[in-house]
């Protein structure tokens, strides 16, 4: 689990929990229904018009399942994965890699092809392009995510307007500027915490969680045409550790020793 997102979004959470028992507890008067109309009815449905319903089905679920997960499996470790990969074929033959235990499921993808004797082609292009697609759903959900984040303040403002509007056209009645001042504060209210608490953090994770997929899933691509390729163990490990950092260069290189 990717401690980072809960922690922030209950950190979050805490901190207006904390402000609102400072100013008396009355969480009652934080929640007006035509607020959270304006801005959950009218970010959802710009947020639609933005993107096909397909997109919005597969990218909202896959988003916020990787915002709040880690990779299994790291660049460092797998790179040790695959120099060991790289070991088992060069000493036993790609037909032993049936029987070993993968953790990395795309990294496994690609033992599976070696061990099966596809070509090197074959093996680019499919694995390419699986990459390929699943970055661009993730970056799909990421899409979404910053689309609603863009919504919900301006429809804050849209409810503010909405509730200054009833305020003025009802001033002979005091009893009804109340409620419609509530309406037009808590609209912005909601529209800036919606936006810069939950959906704007959640397509700027995803953003990074694309990122490290790419370099991640490269790498094993790599990897596997290298070992499709009949190349040491050694020479492998050197030619990924190009993807790394220089600090984690540095102690693949002291495990290595």
Request: with cysteine.
């Amino acid at each position: 689990m990717d401690l980072a997102t809960g922690v922030g979004l209950l950190g979050g959470v805490g901190v207006v929990f904390t402000l609102i028992m400072i100013d008396g507890g009355n969480f009652a008067a934080y929640f007006d229904k035509h607020a959270v109309i304006v801005i959950f009815g009218g970010s959802v449905m710009a947020t639609i018009i933005r993107f096909p319903f397909s997109t919005i089905a597969h990218g909202l679920p896959m988003g916020l399942r990787y915002a709040f997960t880690m990779r299994a499996v790291k660049p460092h470790d797998l790179i040790e994965e695959i120099t060991k990969i790289a070991d088992v074929v060069r000493k036993s033959g790609p037909m032993a890699l049936e029987n070993m235990e993968i953790a990395d499921p795309f990294l496994a993808q690609g033992a599976r092809y070696i061990a099966d004797g596809y070509d090197r082609e074959f093996i680019r292009d499919t694995m390419e392009r699986d990459r390929d697609n699943f970055l661009m759903h993730l970056d799909e959900g990421s899409k979404i995510y910053r689309a609603f984040g863009d919504c919900a303040p301006a429809w804050g403002m849209i409810g503010t307007i909405l509730g200054m509007v009833t305020m003025f056209a009802n001033m002979s009645d005091p009893s009804k500027l109340g409620p419609a001042m509530a309406t037009a504060l808590l609209a912005t209210l909601y529209g800036a915490l919606i936006a810069n608490l939950v959906t704007l953090p959640i397509a700027d994770k995803l953003h990074v969680k694309v990122e490290e997929e790419d370099v991640s899933r490269s790498l094993i691509i790599d990897g596997i045409l290298m070992i499709r390729d009949q190349k040491s163990p050694t020479l492998v490990r050197e030619m990924l550790v190009a993807y790394l950092p220089h600090n984690h260069r540095e102690s693949l290189a002291e495990a290595a020793a």
